[in-house]
């Protein structure tokens, strides 16, 4: 009923908002981009055959998710800007002399972090997901960072090692990190890239004192012997097996839900992912909670505090806000918060935070 009867003056406002952060956004983009195309460009001089086109290349393919890294910093400081401007011409403050409440006030411009988070879980992070897996492929081909240890996908866990009989494909349903233990592996001596040789399978394989040791083991079908166990070295300790190559970053929020139970499936550790999707989904929360500050700071206490303060305040407020939400993710990957509250607490208390600064504003 509300957006209906001021459409005009929702529309105008949304719309301001929206190109002060869509023009903050693609400037910080900018910024960004060339930091990493300078890192890159350090990282490659010492290497051949690796020409300006291919760092270019690179650096395009980590734009999506660079992207969805600023977003929320360009919210903040996109509003900052455009409430500055607004607060200059006063035409935010003109709705509060014709009647609005501060809730209504608030209300013309929160379609656009609701707007910017929707996109941001539902379009943004698709994307992000497709290009950071050829992001990753193509960085490894270039910087020739080698293959990834762990891999995991719908049919169990990949798990590549050397050994004193050359290098080991391990195929495995189930993975104790804490044993070191691996459920009716199979392991494969690979011959060439392209071609494996004698295939070894058991009902247990466990790492420990730099080898592996294979219960019930047969060789291309066959027991090996009486006790049907082998002895195979590896250079791998019992701490690499909860590493794996699918970084919760390369996976979009619909496939992350798979991907989990395929983690806890095989046994691998799933807390960063879950939280990973935590905040993901908390995103148009903190996006509409850094909004409402902005506005609250701008045009209540701070109402004449000079831009260059303010945007200082935006800055730090950035930082406070980026620790927060590091420490809340490092408290839950260490499994001393649950899950879903250090996914979601961080957003909580932004959208908290600003919504109580609105409400100690008797009018905007």
């Not at 977003?71 to 800007?81: K, Q």
């Not at 070894?200 to 291309?220: F, M, P, R």
């Not at 991907?259 to 799933?270: A, E, H, N, Q, Y």
Request: charged share 15%; proline share 3%; net charge positive.
């Amino acid at each position: 009923m509300f957006f209906k009867k001021n459409i005009i003056i929702v529309k105008y406002f949304s719309i301001k908002l929206l190109k002060f952060i869509l023009s903050t956004w693609l400037i910080l983009i900018g910024i960004i981009s060339v930091i990493d195309f300078s890192d890159l460009y350090s990282k490659a001089r010492d290497k051949e055959n690796i020409g300006i086109g291919n760092l270019i290349i690179i650096t395009m393919e980590n734009l999506p998710a660079r992207a969805d890294e600023l977003l929320l910093y360009a919210v903040l400081f996109g509003s900052v800007f455009c409430f500055l401007e607004l607060r200059k011409s006063q035409e935010f403050i003109s709705l509060g002399l014709n009647g609005f409440s501060i809730w209504q006030s608030f209300t013309t411009i929160v379609l656009v972090p609701v707007f910017l988070g929707i996109m941001s879980i539902f379009f943004l992070n698709p994307i992000t997901a497709i290009t950071q897996k050829i992001y990753e492929v193509h960085n490894e081909q270039i910087f020739k960072s080698g293959k990834k240890l762990l891999t995991i996908s719908t049919d169990g866990l990949w798990l590549r090692d050397k050994s004193n009989i050359g290098t080991i494909l391990i195929q495995g349903k189930y993975l104790d990190t804490n044993l070191g233990k691996i459920k009716r592996p199979i392991f494969f001596l690979q011959i060439s890239s392209e071609e494996l040789g004698t295939r070894i399978d058991a009902d247990w394989a466990q790492l420990t004192d730099g080898e592996w040791i294979l219960e019930n083991a047969k060789i291309n079908g066959q027991n090996f012997n009486a006790n049907k166990t082998i002895n195979i070295k590896s250079n791998l300790i019992i701490n690499d097996l909860i590493l794996n190559s699918s970084k919760p970053n390369s996976l979009s929020i619909f496939e992350l839900f798979s991907f989990i139970k395929t983690l806890d499936k095989t046994g691998i550790p799933s807390i960063r992912h879950r939280i990973y999707l935590h905040n993901i989904l908390s995103k148009p929360l903190a996006f509409i909670g850094i909004t409402a500050l902005a506005a609250a700071l701008i045009f209540g206490w701070f109402s004449r505090t000079p831009p260059t303060k303010m945007t200082i305040y935006a800055l730090s407020g950035g930082f406070f806000y980026f620790f927060i939400q590091r420490l809340f993710t490092a408290l839950g990957t260490s499994e001393q918060m649950p899950v879903i509250v250090s996914g979601w607490l961080p957003s909580i208390i932004l959208f908290g935070t600003g919504l109580f600064f609105l409400a100690l504003n008797e009018e905007i």
